[in-house]
């Protein structure tokens, strides 16, 4: 996984429990190895002006700076046991941070100007079916937020109240087949599906808790979505 801003490239390896920084047009880099992780997601988070990385294997997130050539200001946010936290969604200036856990088929929900407490933790799946939800995101108003589910083969949708927790609300149902990741731009969803080699596009309308299909077209073993 990459993050990119003006100065940095930033690169999480799973495999290796490494982040790496690299410094635009020059040959500076850093690497931090973080002992028994599998960091799966990297980014920045404005209201802190700090950058994070989230270890699944451990059950936390990184929160750092990075200053002087150095990886400096670091703290760590730990989530419950066994939670294997996978990706964040943040939406810029927000007071919240929604993260989705692989291993607990939740999500948490992170409040900033609590020192990162636990305001909540809501299900993903709502059927008895093993399963491990995979990709997180929500709409350009920060009204609904969705996350795909492997095993429950979903998008579930939950409403964002106006104090940042979440209400479940309805699935999206009967298109997905492990749905690895997800693109929402403006009312139109691009969910990639790993199990059945597809990309299906929709028009969803979650206030009225509707979606339609729009197309379908087949990609061989699609993992992630870019726009």
């Known amino acids: 996984?990459?993050?990119?801003?003006?100065?940095?490239?930033?690169?999480?390896?799973?495999?290796?429990?490494?982040i790496q920084v690299f410094k635009k047009n020059t040959a500076f880099s850093i690497i931090q190895k973080y002992e028994n992780s599998k960091i799966h997601n990297i980014g920045y988070i404005d209201r802190i002006k700090k950058y994070y990385a989230v270890d699944l294997a451990n059950d936390c997130i990184y929160f750092f700076k990075?200053?002087?050539?150095?990886?400096?200001?670091?703290?760590?946010?730990?989530?419950?046991?066994?939670?294997?936290p996978r990706h964040i969604w943040y939406q810029s200036m927000n007071r919240y941070i929604y993260v989705v856990n692989e291993n607990s088929s939740t999500v948490t929900v992170l409040d900033i100007e609590k020192?990162?407490?636990?305001?909540?933790?809501?299900?993903?799946?709502?059927?008895?079916k093993e399963n491990k939800p995979a990709a997180i995101m929500a709409d350009i108003k920060n009204q609904f937020l969705y996350v795909s589910n492997r095993g429950c083969d979903n998008i579930v949708c939950y409403k964002i109240k106006e104090n940042g927790l979440l209400e479940y609300k309805y699935s999206i149902e009967n298109v997905c087949n492990s749905p690895r990741d997800f693109f929402i731009k403006n009312d139109i969803m691009y969910?990639?599906?790993?199990?059945?080699?597809?990309?299906?596009i929709l028009q969803i309308e979650s206030s009225k808790n509707q979606y339609r299909v729009l197309e379908k077209y087949t990609i061989e073993k699609p993992v992630c979505i870019e726009m």
């Open 66 to 84: 990075i200053e002087n050539n150095a990886i400096t200001d670091q703290e760590t946010v730990f989530l419950d046991k066994k939670d294997s």
């Open 1 to 18: 996984h990459l993050y990119i801003d003006s100065k940095y490239v930033l690169g999480a390896s799973y495999h290796q429990g490494v």
């Open 191 to 200: 969910i990639v599906n790993e199990g059945n080699d597809s990309l299906v």
């Open 115 to 128: 020192n990162f407490q636990i305001v909540q933790k809501i299900p993903t799946k709502y059927i008895n």
